[in-house]
């Protein structure tokens, strides 16, 4: 290994994920400063016969991340440019794109293209991520004509095979090829198969060092979260009244205790709107003030734990005090920051397992009280408490192949928890089980441990699996950027 491979790397490191509950000892964690120190490592790794990884935030849950050889922190590559003409065919110069490199978080992007009058279409809960990893394992919001990560990127430059630099694109890609010949030495493909399997693949393709996403004007949300007994949600989405709001408005999503209280089971839901002009300082608003500043206080997410722990029978009315705090009429701010729905003080604790279904109200219903009953029937005969509310999001169809709100409208249900609180881990086994059986399909991010050395189950759930198999072999046939996870899956 060459002195510049030595100086920007270090050995016996143990990386870990946020929550501390998937860990990796890698022969070297690397810290490349420019894509040629990502083509020198992954040149190595070959040499040596070693596989490669790069790791984003390690907000993960899965192990989709670990990687015992060679492990890579690409923080160092975080800024932004525009992707425009005459590198942008004149079809699609209407749009606006930016040119990201990968290791930036979703924070900072969102800063510098507002500083640019730009915006993310959508993203997840929080912030924390890098655009990479929220990528790579198709971090999602909420919106039923709204995009995840992998639909907002139309081409990713990745550190492949050989160290080599490729583009990848759909086959109508973005970019024109005759002036991209004139002006890159890096090799453009444009074909659909590759490019949809490979924009969400764990990293099992290669190296991902910058990505064009379709971005938009800057714009402003207002939000309106308010509450409702299931009994009447439930209502709505059998008459159609629920699926309508989801087309009047452009996010929406749900949150609902789990545990029946006074009767019902209380949900929160949120519904916003965008807005393209600043509001003006008494329009505003904001969001319940002890809600917000609790968010970003471990400590609290520690005592919840511990008073969970020892007083667990009151889980409930926990969760019913927190959803009445949520609540929120008419915040407007800056898009990034109302989707921002979550705080920093979950990051260490806070975890979920997660599956998608077709955006069907019957469906929706049926897992909801199949949870309901898991819920309840754990506290009643093994006095095991769930510490958290249960999310229901909605995701226009993805064409991410290995998505799991390929190629229909998805309503995605999430079961949050927290690491410490007595039995988690078993009650997050049985949810699975319960949406697995259901049909539902895994958030490759979350805890899906129950999936494991289950490959009928992901072929089945993955139309498309074949087709991605057939495309990573293609692009990594040394198998130098394949880990256990994948395997594990089904998907080598
Ligand atoms: C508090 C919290 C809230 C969350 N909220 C949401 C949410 O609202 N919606 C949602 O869908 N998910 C959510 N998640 C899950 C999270 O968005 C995903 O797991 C995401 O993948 C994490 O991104 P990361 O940067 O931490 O990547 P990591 O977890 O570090 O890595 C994820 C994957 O990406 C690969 N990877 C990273 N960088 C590269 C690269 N440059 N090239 C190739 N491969 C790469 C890694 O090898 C790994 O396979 C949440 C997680 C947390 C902790």
């Known amino acids: 290994m060459n002195e510049r491979l030595h100086k920007i790397s270090k050995t016996r490191y143990t990386w870990s994920n946020a929550t501390s509950t998937v860990i990796s000892t890698p022969l070297r964690y690397f810290y490349p400063q420019h894509v040629e120190d990502i083509q020198a490592i992954v040149k190595e790794a070959e040499v040596q016969k070693l596989r490669v990884r790069a790791v984003g935030s390690g907000h993960s849950f899965s192990e989709v991340a670990k990687c015992d050889d060679f492990l890579m922190d690409i923080k160092e590559l975080r800024d932004v440019e525009k992707y425009e003409s005459p590198r942008v065919k004149a079809n699609f110069s209407q749009n606006q794109y930016v040119l990201a490199?990968?290791?930036?978080?979703?924070?900072?992007?969102?800063r510098l293209l507002d500083d640019m009058g730009l915006a993310l279409q959508n993203m997840g809960a929080v912030d924390f991520q890098t655009i990479s990893g929220a990528l790579m394992t198709g971090t999602h919001g909420t919106g039923i004509h709204k995009p995840a990560f992998?639909?907002?990127?139309v081409g990713l430059r990745i550190v492949g095979k050989g160290g080599n630099l490729f583009q990848l694109e759909p086959t109508d890609g973005i970019t024109d090829p005759v002036s991209h010949a004139q002006n890159s030495s890096i090799q453009l493909i444009q074909d659909d198969d590759i490019f949809y399997s490979t924009v969400l693949s764990f990293g099992a393709m290669g190296i991902v060092y910058q990505m064009i996403l379709e971005v938009v004007p800057r714009f402003w949300i207002n939000e309106h979260r308010y509450l409702e007994n299931w009994s009447s949600v439930k209502q709505k989405l059998i008459n159609g009244e629920f699926m309508q709001m989801l087309e009047d408005y452009d996010f929406a999503a749900l949150r609902v205790n789990p545990y029946k209280i006074d009767g019902d089971h209380l949900c929160s839901i949120v519904r916003q709107r965008i807005q393209h002009t600043a509001p003006t300082k008494i329009e505003q608003?904001?969001?319940?003030i002890l809600s917000a500043i609790g968010a970003n206080l471990e400590w609290l997410i520690e005592g919840i734990i511990r008073t969970a722990n020892r007083n667990a029978k009151k889980t409930g009315k926990k969760i019913q005090t927190s959803i009445k705090l949520a609540t929120a009429k008419n915040y407007i701010d800056k898009s990034y920051k109302v989707l921002y729905q979550s705080g920093a003080a979950v990051l260490r604790y806070g975890l979920s397992s997660e599956f998608a279904f077709a955006a069907d109200p019957v469906k929706i219903i049926a897992a909801l009280e199949l949870i309901f009953k898991e819920t309840a029937d754990a506290a009643t005969n093994s006095d095991r408490y769930h510490p958290s509310h249960i999310a229901v999001r909605f995701v226009m169809p993805s064409k991410a192949y290995l998505s799991s709100a390929y190629n229909k409208p998805t309503a995605y249900i999430d079961v949050p928890t927290l690491h410490n609180t007595i039995a988690y881990q078993d009650l997050l086994d049985n949810y699975q089980l319960i949406m697995m059986a259901l049909g539902g399909t895994p958030h490759w991010g979350?805890?899906?441990?129950?999936?494991?050395?289950?490959?009928?189950?992901?072929?089945?759930?993955?139309?498309?699996?074949?087709?991605?198999?057939d495309v990573r072999r293609q692009m990594d046939p040394d198998n130098t950027f394949i880990n256990d996870f994948v395997i594990k899956m089904g998907l080598a």
């Open 101 to 110: 490199e990968a290791g930036i978080t979703i924070r900072r992007v969102n």
């Open 150 to 153: 992998p639909d907002m990127v």
């Open 285 to 288: 608003g904001r969001r319940n």
């Open 446 to 469: 979350k805890v899906n441990n129950m999936l494991y050395l289950n490959p009928s189950f992901i072929h089945t759930a993955y139309p498309k699996y074949q087709t991605w198999i």
